[in-house]
């Protein structure tokens, strides 16, 4: 193990598993009902639905016309820290009601740096926040 860390607190700052969006049809319900908020180095699309308890799923998606799997996979996990730290924004919406919330974040530039990501992600985040909770019937 890396500078002393045990095997369980290596993974403590990890997304949890169950924040990951799967399924073939959550997915095609995302982009066919789904609300674009678009970006330079990647579009946010989202899809708000009811359910029986607030949650929030979310997926990173990178296409083919990126580049090869290395590449593709490396944006992936750099969009997928960046949100890990940026979630906090929308604590607000998983306290307003019982709404389920999925949210994926295309990767459009695969050489965007982790400082673009992080900085975009935490905009585009924010305003989905401001426009889930100022107007929650506009979705």
């Known amino acids: 193990m890396n ?5 369980r607190s290596a993974g403590a700052f990890r ?4 924040s990951v969006l799967r399924g073939k049809d959550a997915f095609s319900g995302l982009f066919k009902n789904g609300t674009r908020i678009a ?8 899809v708000v639905t009811e359910g029986p308890a607030p949650d929030i799923r979310v997926a990173f998606i ?13 944006g992936k996990r750099l969009l997928r820290e960046a949100y890990r730290l940026q979630q906090h924004f929308l604590d607000p919406v998983k306290q307003s009601s019982a709404t389920v919330l999925h ?7 695969s050489r965007a740096t982790y400082p673009q ?4 992600t935490g905009r585009l985040v924010q305003k989905l926040a401001k426009m889930l909770t ?3 019937e506009e979705s």
Not at 15 to 18: D, I, N, W
Not at 39 to 46: A, N
Not at 62 to 74: C, E, H, I, Y
């Open 62 to 74: 990178a296409g083919r016309r990126l580049g090869n799997a290395v590449r593709r996979n490396r």
């Open 39 to 46: 970006g330079t180095f990647t579009d946010l699309r989202f």
């Open 3 to 7: 500078a002393g860390l045990s095997k």
């Open 117 to 120: 990501l992080h900085e975009e």
């Open 15 to 18: 997304l949890p598993r169950r």
């Open 134 to 136: 100022d107007n929650p």
């Open 103 to 109: 949210i994926g974040f295309i990767l459009k530039n």
